[in-house]
Each structure stands twice: as structure tokens, then as C-alpha cells.
């Protein structure tokens, strides 16, 4: 398996991508866009851990994902992949 090089991604991303946007190519990499919500896992210095689920983010809000937590992140930008096609050994 190989990466796409830019000019690949140019040309086959789009109908993959929605809203697709040429300027988001870089080198070999599609970037993507947070979207309006995200949930981050609670550490143990929250002071209820059990109460924080999704976060609603204003538009250009940062937040921070902290070490050893991981984070789900809406994007808004749609991916639909096709479903590939299985091969049969010969």
C-alpha cells in the first residue's frame, strides 16, 4: 500500500469529501475541520468526571485534548467512502 501524492488526492478526493476544498491538499494530507461539538475523556483532576460528555464549540473555539485522554471530534466536512470491492486470491 502507497500514499497518495498531492495531485492524487486532488483528483480523486472530491466526490469524497463535502464540502471538498483544493486548498486543504497539503503534500500528501487532506485537512480536515473541527466541527461544533467535540468530547474529550475526563482526567482524574476533573471534579466530575461522570458529568462531562459532548462539548458544543463557538465558531474558532479552541479546547484541549490532555495527555494520556483521547477525544472524539465531529469534523464538518462529510466523508463517504465506497465500499471496496473484495478481491479473490487466484
Do not use: H, N
Request: proline residues 10%; charged residues 25%; aromatic residues 10%.
Amino acid at each position: 500500500m502507497a500514499f497518495w501524492s498531492g495531485e492524487t488526492l486532488l483528483a480523486k478526493l472530491p466526490p469524497l469529501i463535502d464540502p471538498f476544498d483544493p486548498l486543504k491538499v497539503d503534500c500528501a494530507a487532506y485537512t480536515l475541520r473541527v466541527g461544533s461539538e467535540v468530547y474529550v475523556s475526563p482526567s482524574e483532576a476533573e471534579q466530575d468526571a461522570k458529568a462531562i460528555t459532548i462539548r458544543k464549540l463557538d465558531p474558532g473555539e479552541a479546547f484541549t485534548i490532555p495527555a494520556g485522554q483521547f477525544a472524539f471530534l465531529l469534523t464538518l466536512e462529510k466523508l463517504q467512502f465506497p465500499r471496496e470491492q473484495s478481491r479473490s486470491s487466484p
